[in-house]
């Protein structure tokens, strides 16, 4: 057993930072709340570019997400850590989830502002491209039971996809769709195209949505750890010579 | 490079003996331009100058699922004949043979398209119809366009390899990432067909070649930790 912790880097000693990630995070979504609710309506989108304290930081989320999958899984290919495989998994998870979010988000902002609920445009294109190369990772880690070569095919692809952040960061640029242009630039001269007082929500937000990456990335990761640990202990039931010195563990316990 | 040469040699040779991948992969591109162009229109009349813009989607969808086909049958042959290992254990480093096996897929897929091209044109009136066709970009764009094809769809062969249901996961996992190859390869085909050279086909090139040579780059990086067994 403790030579299965010390393969799948079990961390030792208690955990205060998740929790503190926890409350850090319902403060900063709660001001954030506050101020989105309290800021004057749009002249144009009224009440509707509310949804843009939502929409924006759920699709920042999901590339901070991505970024980490490619990263992790560089990380787990030079180390061989498996601590890096689980985030990369739990990554790769929550884009997938905060894709979702940004899509679902987008598609109701779309319909009062465009007429319709989905285009078939650049942006919305490379956005639903993604739930399918992070699709395409989450099914290879199915499809693969050993755990070491799970993690180094996963990783694998997971470095390759991250090339695809930058052709959707960039899709609004590129192919002049309906999409508006990037709302905050990041490129050439850093830039907000919006009032400054939308500005501020929007940033409580997306500091709000960045520290809830890092609490549900080390959630997910004790969760994918936990498993790893009942996938070990499993493993080891199968073999006879384990399940010897279990039982022998049972008649001294 | 020498080993990426003669792995491309080894595998140039197969492919004119047996000539597997070619005939099924024209026989491929060749059905679904057919389909297309059925589905289409007929290409006479007003229909004609709606049809032209649609050749080069027709021509590179052909080219794409062809080159997945191709892909798939680029580490095929040694993993039937359990040779592959012995390939990863020559001397030499292993991004050689990624690139051996890209040129060897790359020129299988040049050999296709200089068929499926002229052809795909040809059916959707954009040749032969009194338009002058600039050939000297198109032969740049395809060379660009079936390059980024070949090597994204060559390395995910790789990993796909040795997995269950490996024929059903190529694609699955490769399109996504030729989506962006396939996008500005149909741009920059459309425009050259309906106006010829302009800044705009020269900016879709550029991202071409760029997305290209990093994918190359990428690829043969990571290529070692994709056979490790």
């Not at chain 1, 930072?17 to 609710?37: C, D, H, K, N, R």
């Not at chain 1, 080390?218 to 790893?228: D, F, P, S, T």
Request: charged share 10%; aromatic share 10%.
């Amino acid at each position: 057993m403790m030579q299965a912790q010390a393969k799948l880097n079990v961390p030792a000693g208690r955990d205060r930072l998740t929790p503190a990630l926890g409350i850090l995070t319902l403060v900063l979504m709660l001001a954030g709340l506050y101020i989105g609710l309290s800021s004057p309506p749009d002249v144009n989108q009224g009440t509707l570019v509310r949804l843009l304290f939502i929409h924006v930081p759920a699709a920042w989320l999901s590339y901070l997400a991505y970024g980490g999958t490619g990263l992790f899984g560089l990380l787990y290919l030079i180390t061989r850590q498996r601590r890096f495989d689980r985030l990369s998994l739990s990554s790769a998870e929550m884009g997938l989830m905060f894709t979702v979010a940004t899509i679902i988000v987008g598609m109701l902002w779309a319909k009062p502002t465009w007429g319709a609920y989905w285009v078939w445009e650049p942006r919305l294109t490379t956005t639903a491209l993604s739930l399918v190369i992070y699709g395409g990772y989450l099914l290879v880690r199915s499809l693969i039971e050993e755990p070491e070569r799970r993690a180094r095919v996963a990783a694998v692809i997971g470095v390759v996809g991250t090339l695809y952040v930058p052709v959707n960061y960039m899709a609004v640029e590129w192919w002049r769709g309906i999409h508006q242009t990037q709302t905050l630039k990041l490129l050439g001269n850093i830039g907000f195209a919006a009032s400054p007082a939308y500005g501020i929500a929007l940033l409580v937000m997306t500091l709000a949505f960045t520290v809830l990456y890092f609490y549900l990335l080390r959630v997910r990761g004790k969760i994918a750890l936990m498993q790893e640990l009942r996938e070990e202990r499993e493993f080891g039931m199968d073999l006879p010579t384990a399940q010897a010195s279990q039982q022998d563990g049972v008649q001294r316990g | 490079m020498h080993n990426a040469l003669t792995i491309a040699l080894k595998d140039w040779r197969l492919a004119g003996r047996t000539r597997d991948t070619l005939l099924s992969t024209a026989f491929f591109a060749g059905l679904l331009l057919l389909v297309l162009g059925i589905g289409l229109g007929s290409g006479l009349g007003a229909e004609a100058v709606q049809l032209r813009p649609a050749a080069a989607g027709a021509v590179w969808s052909a080219l794409a699922l062809a080159a997945a086909v191709a892909a798939g049958r680029a580490f095929a042959s040694e993993q039937e004949a359990g040779a592959l290992e012995a390939l990863t254990l020559y001397p030499g480093a292993h991004g050689g043979l990624y690139l051996g096996k890209l040129l060897g897929t790359l020129v299988q897929m040049l050999l296709l398209s200089i068929l499926v091209v002229p052809l795909g044109l040809l059916f959707f009136g954009a040749l032969g119809a009194g338009v002058a066709v600039p050939w000297l970009p198109l032969v740049l764009t395809v060379l660009l366009g079936v390059l980024g094809l070949s090597a994204s769809s060559t390395f995910y062969a790789a990993i796909t390899v040795n997995l269950r249901a490996r024929e059903a996961l190529l694609p699955a996992l490769a399109f996504p990432v030729l989506i962006p190859v396939v996008l500005a390869s149909v741009q920059a085909t459309r425009l050259l067909l309906l106006g010829g050279w302009s800044a705009e086909v020269g900016t879709w090139l550029g991202f071409l070649a760029i997305f290209d040579l990093s994918v190359i780059v990428i690829s043969t990086l990571l290529f070692p930790f994709v056979l490790e067994n």
